[in-house]
């Protein structure tokens, strides 16, 4: 009996921690509201207007999903508003970006604190990212929207 008080303590305790996992997903839409509770009937809270924006995904409610931006701003947005598509901000004033995953590579471009990159990939401590017409290479501990 205590076997298995001990066996169901431990798969509820395991199966919490998985269902409150964060992670991040994007704006979908250039219009997209968040809303102060998860229901069309919540009133809107703030209105996005830039399309990719990353959002860190804290909860879920149905067809909602509680979400946080990068000005830590929370609320529930749609999942239909929300992307896989990865993209980062900027989080640091005049971050370098380069042609190659390394400090000693040509810098291509000084991105400002709040530009919106989009994600190519990453590896260790870098991320390939778009930029308008520029691509390269940023580190990560310069941008949100990556965990």
């Not at 509770?37 to 959002?55: A, E, H, M, Q, R």
Request: with cysteine; proline share 3%; charged share 30%.
């Amino acid at each position: 009996m205590q076997k298995l008080i001990i066996f169901l303590i431990i798969f509820f305790s395991f199966y919490d921690l998985n269902a409150q996992e964060e992670f991040f997903l994007t704006l979908r839409n250039e219009k997209v509201n968040l809303r102060q509770g998860p229901s069309f009937d919540y009133p809107v809270k703030i209105f996005y207007k830039k399309k990719f924006l990353p959002v860190l995904i804290q909860d879920k409610s149905d067809n909602f999903r509680k979400v946080r931006d990068h000005e830590n701003n929370t609320g529930w947005v749609h999942i239909s508003q929300l992307s896989k598509k990865k993209a980062a901000i900027t989080i640091d004033e005049d971050v370098l970006v380069f042609n190659k995953p390394s400090i000693y590579s040509t810098p291509k471009v000084i991105l400002k604190k709040g530009r919106l990159c989009m994600i190519k990939k990453c590896r260790d401590e870098w991320c390939k990212i778009n930029v308008d017409k520029f691509k390269g290479w940023i580190k990560k501990e310069s941008l949100w929207g990556l965990l």
